[in-house]
């Protein structure tokens, strides 16, 4: 090595063992550093002759000096990492020893009744025999449950109540009050969303879950007492009183009102009292009952269309934890009132796992989701607008939810039926709801359209997996859309329609997928939707030719147990601010069979369903073995136009058409999605077939075995499935572009489909120039002539963007020719290496 001195501000080479910068050489280096972590031997000629205070180092010492930054970036974010994990693997330790001591006492109590129960019937044996009847009944009485005494609304009465609610809450927290049992499919871990259990055998329906969120104590309570923002099935939280106690805590007297999910049943509200409170020990409590005569408390007169639903003991028990964040316990329990709803709906009342997923683990999911925002505010640039996307999907769903309901008190009326019930027809004129839309038409356009009509309906499907249904009707718009209708609708939002859609010679030509944002876990998906029309009429001069959806997708994992399924769209300008005015409409697919909690799902996911989301059960295989014959749900469809109030009737009409022919084309896609209909296709056009993908992975590693000398997936791999499967699930991230002028992806793995960050259906979209900055652009023209001639080449690693523009850092890559069976060259494949975003 070379020792560097400084004089007159210039390093000086003597011999010696390593080389010393002066802090103008260091900020020239870290400069190209932050633009290039790894240049190239030009890149690095290049540096010296524009800087010339790095003349008198060799272009050696400077690739050292690189390679010591990277190995020096690499540490420190290795380490930062590992204090991260040591940091939840400490606090998750410390849960889990909690929950092993509350299931000791679970066990110890579970014993105790066991041996009470069985001493109980030995004496209930013998009074038999004697003919005693009379001492049995008596003893049974000595252990119900011990009634209520009557409360007075005093705050005296009011806080009597809140310590009775807050005792009773803490023994189903951290004791053995109810019989939890753990969430089907959910395995805590350090990465995990926490630890969930639901209820065996109580009152009601009760989830129990702890997890971990690096956000403090005082905004965890702040962020779970504003319900709605974070609860979809929300609709309003009114709070009638506050009273302070003489503790310092407060008891909130609260109104709130849920959704109602489908169209057959009445939405739910609830009287409750809330109490805050800081314990003994510091941790913050919030905990909540309904109020009812039993305590004599202040009284809340029925609301009209609400079916009053009663919370039990439930709330948040929140502690602080060492090096920040907090350890937080939750407990939903309610009894919602199944009796009210038909008797197909009731497993959706009397499900632990949908209270679960849509209440419980709904709240754990928005803490670590704003946690992460707020941890990465310094990291990236993107402001404020993740907390604008989340809006702008709570604004998306809470419209669907709005349009579901048709209250009165929101201007909803219903209009007469055409003689069938199976679509309903509700229309608004209030100023209210028309307001937000009349805004959009200040382009130029006349406001024209006064009222909002929606036609609604419900369907019970029988053997079809919700989520894999849900895919389908995303990816495959035109399998269930109308063409006409959604020009029709998108120019509604821009114009206000003055007539009729008609049979038009012009159509959409596909669908373009473009991805916004999405939640941690990819449970919820935004994104934008291009129409691509084609139109030949003069009209379309005022309509455009590409139209534009805001979209939301949600309980697309299969796996996931009594999750609901949605996809919500509403037309969007093709530059909506974030406070534009939506009319959304969708589907929702609820499971009517999650009460079924031991039999989760299963399935692995062939070619077809994996990649091009299609049917799994298209083909018959072992893989639909854990489908039940008997799984059932409940869709509801909603859809909502704009128009003219004199056209009424016109409109209706065309709305129960168009709603009459998407039940149809469901049916006929959910006969064909049954795994119990392997044949039934119905005549729908399928997406591409498990044979094609299988061939192309297999073209794809006997090509690489041929170029590289070595296996790209692990020896002893046999199959065309499981070569897809295994490709699919690859740790790198693998995807194929065309050979085209201007290359094309065609094909993405999973980890492939993460780092650019986009759909199997928006990727042929994406250019391959597009996520290669000019280095990576440089370097891909100097290597394809090798790549053309040797058939394959090593990149060194560099950055690369996603398709929604984040810079994404890889180690190496590699790019070799995708032979066919011709042996004629098919694509070229790319596998990006130790990936991460920047």
């Not at 105790?112 to 049995?136: A, I, M, P, W």
């Not at 962020?223 to 503790?247: E, G, H, M, Q, Y």
């Not at 399924?565 to 939506?582: G, R, T, Y």
Request: net charge negative; aromatic share 6%; glycine share 6%.
């Amino acid at each position: 090595m070379i020792t560097m001195s400084c004089k007159d501000g210039k390093g000086v080479m003597d011999n010696g063992k390593y080389v010393r910068y002066t802090p103008e050489q260091v900020e020239a280096l870290e400069r190209v550093y932050h633009e290039c972590p790894k240049p190239s031997s030009n890149r690095r000629q290049q540096l010296i002759r524009e800087c010339p205070i790095l003349s008198n180092i060799e272009p050696r010492q400077i690739k050292v000096w690189f390679q010591n930054r990277r190995c020096r970036e690499k540490q420190r974010k290795e380490s930062s990492r590992l204090q991260s994990v040591n940091r939840k693997l400490t606090a998750m330790n410390k849960l889990l020893m909690e929950e092993n001591d509350r299931l000791q006492k679970q066990v110890s109590h579970l014993v105790y009744e066991n041996g009470y129960f069985r001493q109980h019937t030995q004496n209930t044996t013998l009074v038999t025999k004697d003919g005693s009847c009379e001492s049995v009944v008596t003893s049974g009485q000595q252990h119900l449950a011990p009634q209520h005494p009557p409360k007075d609304a005093s705050p005296a009465g009011l806080l009597s109540i809140a310590e009775e609610t807050l005792t009773e809450f803490l023994s189903k927290a951290t004791g053995t009050a109810v019989e939890w049992v753990q969430m089907p499919g959910m395995k805590p871990g350090p990465d995990s969303i926490g630890i969930v259990a639901i209820s065996h055998g109580c009152t009601g329906v009760a989830v129990r879950a702890c997890g971990l969120v690096g956000l403090e104590p005082t905004r965890v309570a702040e962020i779970l007492k504003d319900r709605p923002s974070w609860f979809r099935d929300c609709r309003a939280v009114d709070v009638l009183n506050v009273i302070p106690t003489t503790n310092g805590g407060t008891i909130e007297l609260l109104y709130m009102q849920l959704y109602a999910p489908t169209t057959l049943a009445p939405a739910r509200d609830f009287w409750l009292l809330r109490y805050t409170s800081v314990m003994d020990d510091g941790n913050l409590v919030v905990c909540e009952r309904s109020l009812s005569n039993t305590q004599n408390g202040p009284s809340m007169p029925p609301v009209q269309n609400f079916v009053r639903a009663e919370m039990l003991p439930s709330g948040y028990l929140i502690r602080s934890c060492e090096g920040g964040g907090s350890i937080i316990h939750i407990v939903d329990h309610m009894n919602l009132e199944a009796w009210s709803v038909p008797e197909v709906l009731r497993p959706l009342y009397e499900s632990s796992t949908v209270l679960a997923q849509k209440t419980t683990m709904m709240a754990l999911r928005q803490l670590r989701q704003i946690a992460q925002e707020v941890s990465q505010s310094n990291v990236t640039n993107w402001s404020r607008r993740p907390a604008a996307l989340r809006a702008l999907s709570q604004r998306l769903s809470r419209g669907f939810n709005e349009a579901l309901n048709g209250f009165t008190d929101e201007g909803w009326s219903m209009m007469e039926n055409d003689g069938m019930d199976d679509v309903s027809i509700l229309v608004n004129s209030s100023p209210d709801k028309l307001m937000g839309l009349n805004l959009t038409f200040a382009n130029g356009f006349p406001a024209v359209s006064n009222a909002v009509l929606c036609a609604k309906a419900s369907m019970l499907l029988q053997n079809v997996p919700p989520a894999i249904l849900l895919r389908f009707l995303r990816e495959h718009r035109s399998e269930w859309a109308d063409s006409s209708i959604d020009a029709y609708s998108a120019a509604a939002v821009k114009v206000g329609p003055c007539i009729l859609p008609r049979a038009r010679a012009g159509s959409f030509g596909g669908q373009v997928i473009l991805p916004l944002a999405h939640t941690i876990e990819h449970e919820e998906l935004l994104e934008v939707i291009k129409l691509e029309c084609v139109g030949h009429y003069p009209e379309d001069a005022i309509m455009p030719r590409d139209m534009f959806l805001l979209q939301l997708c949600s309980g697309m994992d299969e796996n996931a147990v009594g999750t609901c399924a949605e996809v919500i769209f509403a037309p969007i300008d093709a530059s909506f601010a974030d406070d534009a005015p939506l009319l959304p409409s969708g589907f929702r697919i609820i499971p009517l069979d999650s009460g079924k909690e031991a039999s989760s799902p299963n399935r692995t996911l062939d070619l077809a369903s994996a990649l091009e989301i299609g049917p799994a059960g298209n083909k018959e295989s072992n893989d639909c073995a854990g489908i039940s014959g008997s799984t059932r749900s409940v869709m509801t469809i909603a859809f909502e136009f704009v128009f003219e109030s004199h056209m009424q009737e016109n409109v209706a009409s065309m709305a129960r058409q168009y709603v009459r022919s998407i039940i149809s084309s469901v049916q006929r896609v959910a006969l064909a999605l049954s795994p119990s209909h392997p044949n039934s296709h119905g005549g729908l056009r399928l997406p591409l077939g498990t044979p094609e993908a299988n061939t192309l992975s297999q073209w794809i590693c006997h090509s690489y075995r041929c170029y590289l000398g070595v296996e790209l997936l692990k020896p002893g791999i046999e199959g065309s499935e499981s070569t897809l499967k295994t490709l699919w699930h690859h740790s790198d991230a693998i995807m194929c572009c065309s050979l085209k002028a201007l290359p094309v992806f065609t094909f993405a793995n999973q980890a492939g489909l993460d780092m650019l960050e986009t759909t199997l259906v928006a990727l042929q979209d994406i250019t391959l120039e597009k996520i290669l900055d000019d280095h990576g652009r440089k370097t891909l023209s100097s290597e394809f002539p090798q790549i053309m001639q040797q058939g394959f080449a090593c990149l060194q690693g560099g950055i690369c963007l996603s398709s929604m523009g984040r810079p994404v850092s890889y180690e190496r890559a590699v790019a070799w020719k995708v032979l066919n069976e011709e042996e004629s060259v098919h694509c070229m494949c790319f596998m990006f290496m130790n990936w991460s975003f920047v």
